[in-house]
């Protein structure tokens, strides 16, 4: 270890934890005990690895307030929110729990024999998790990782560290293989160089930026390592005439300003049929501005901070001069990272606004006149991970649905991410899913077996 990562609260500025970073050594060191904790985590019975898987749920559970308050402190993210995602990674793990003894194969009719297939685990998996929704992230990779017999080393993001640093604590306190999950702290260039090029890393799960993603499969590469790769997003939130407009309303503020627009699943651009688009963009701007901004830790805080000074100056680069956005709702002045909410009406289809994730509290209201249109401005994006569909006509809902090149949508609601169901990109939004049984496929890998029954 040398330097020490000092973490920010970005609604107050103050530094609220200073934390070791790991060099080289320690990442590789982290590595090889991983090594030997799989072998010693795969040699245990299935019903002590759901127990484990359990145990993990439980310690979650019983710490639910004090992890949802680190969350809330680190990433800036509104006290209930926080609680409700805790509650989320508790879930995570019951789940896969179930999953351990279910993780199936297939027999195969052949000539001459009996064939079969198998999961077999992939051996040490590192996650390198983002900031914006760190444990609960980290958690969607852990637990399947763990439930098909892997060890785990966790990056968190050195912005927000804190709750997965309490969450390895909580992991090492329980009765299991020693460093079954270790977490490693320190910036991406040198703990997540080691992990993406470390020979004994068999399986990276990377969720952050496309740009970040792309260097974290260069250097995969070298060792051929297996990749889920959860990136950016430009979700559409396309909004039809014949729709329930008042729902679709209330639904859309949350939906790209949730967590201040640091989501990417955000729906930043939402697309309105021309003929109510008028009632829509009044009734967006009055139901954003009902949004409370303000102290993370107040109960009824919709809206928190920017993570950063830096993100902030980020997200502030969209808003040109020359782009007309309407300010919806009022931030508090310093100190801390705050920035109200914006909307944009009718911007040029070419603009930042509407191409670029953007990723903090600006949406972009772009009118359309046919199902065609919709589809095709949907789709105008290199992203493809989420997105959503407002209308009473069911055949409209899965025309528009098969259409959109995205992983997830969803008819009249907002929701993206289910524990039972899988979750992952299109196109540059990346690779791989997480979440569902069908994110053991990605880690595991599938061995066929054969068995002569010649005489
Ligand atoms: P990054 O993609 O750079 O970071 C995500 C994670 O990757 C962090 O843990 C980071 O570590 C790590 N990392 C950074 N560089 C490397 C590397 N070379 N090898 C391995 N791991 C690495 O995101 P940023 O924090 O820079 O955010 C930039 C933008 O990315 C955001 O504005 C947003 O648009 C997008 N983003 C998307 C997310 C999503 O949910 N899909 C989540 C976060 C960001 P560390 O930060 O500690 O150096």
Known sequence: MNDLNRVINPATEEVIAEIPMADTAVAEAAVEK???????????????????????????????????????????????????????????????????????????????????????????????APWNFPLPIASWNIAPALAAGNSVVVKPAELTPLSTIRFGELVAALDLPENLVQVVTGPGRVVGAVLTSHPSVAKISFTGSTETGQAVMRSAAGTMKRLTLELGGKSANIVFADADLSRAIKAAPGSVFGNTGQDCCARSRILVERKVLDDFVAGFIEQTQAMTIGDPESESTHLGPLVSAAHRETVSSFLTDDVDAVLAGNAPDGPGFWMAPRVVVAPDPGSRIVRDEIFGPIAAIIPFDSEEEAVRMANDTIYGLSGSIWTSDVGRALRVARAVETGTVSVNSNSSVRIQTPFGGFKQSGFGRELGLAAIEGYTELKNVFISTAE
Do not use: N
């Open 34 to 128: 991983s090594v030997i904790a799989q072998r010693e985590w795969i040699r245990m019975s299935l019903s002590a690895r759901r127990d484990a898987l359990r145990a993990i749920a439980g310690t979650v559970r019983d710490h639910v307030e004090e992890l949802a308050l680190l969350e809330c402190r680190d990433v800036g993210k509104p006290i209930a929110e926080a609680r409700g995602e805790i509650g989320g990674v508790a879930e995570c793990f019951e789940y896969y729990a179930g999953v351990v003894d279910k993780i199936l194969g297939d027999t195969i009719p052949v000539e001459g024999g009996v064939d079969m297939t198998f999961r077999e685990p992939l051996g040490v998996v590192a996650v390198i």
